[in-house]
């Protein structure tokens, strides 16, 4: 399973605590320290969309010329701006199994764990 964010965000220490916790094996993808793979970036908007991967309500986008937000209109430029700004991309994202999950929801990774998805 593999695990992508960034170490210090808050979000992604909860991810990480739960699934320390929960004694699921993972490895974690810093994008700060490791960049960002750019296939499996693709691959994870092909299955979310960039509208929900482009986190537009932090403070990354906010910072954002109003230029670079006005021409951030599709799929292409959205992964553009995700490559060289990482800090953009919601997160967490995990990866395991095939399946992918968006965001840190307790609830939802529950399910998945007990359902054997997480792992």
């Keep these: 399973m ?3 964010g960034i170490a210090n965000c808050d979000t992604v220490k909860k991810a990480r605590r739960f699934l ?3 004694g699921v094996a993972y490895t974690f993808h810093d994008y700060k ?4 793979d750019k296939a499996a970036l693709r691959a994870q908007v092909a299955e979310f969309g960039w509208e ?3 986190n537009t309500r932090g403070t990354t ?13 599709s ?10 700004e990482p800090s953009i991309i919601k997160r ?11 965001g840190f929801d307790p609830t ?7 359902a054997g998805e997480l792992k």
């Design 20 to 22: 320390d916790e929960a």
């Design 108 to 114: 939802a990774w529950e399910i998945a764990l007990a």
């Design 92 to 102: 967490p994202i995990v990866e395991a199994e095939g399946r992918r999950l968006l």
């Design 33 to 36: 320290k490791m960049g960002v």
């Design 75 to 84: 799929e292409a430029a959205a992964i553009d701006l995700m490559l060289a």
């Design 61 to 73: 986008w906010r910072k954002q010329p109003d230029t670079v937000k006005a021409a951030t209109t």
């Design 2 to 4: 593999k695990l992508y």
């Design 52 to 54: 929900k991967i482009l």
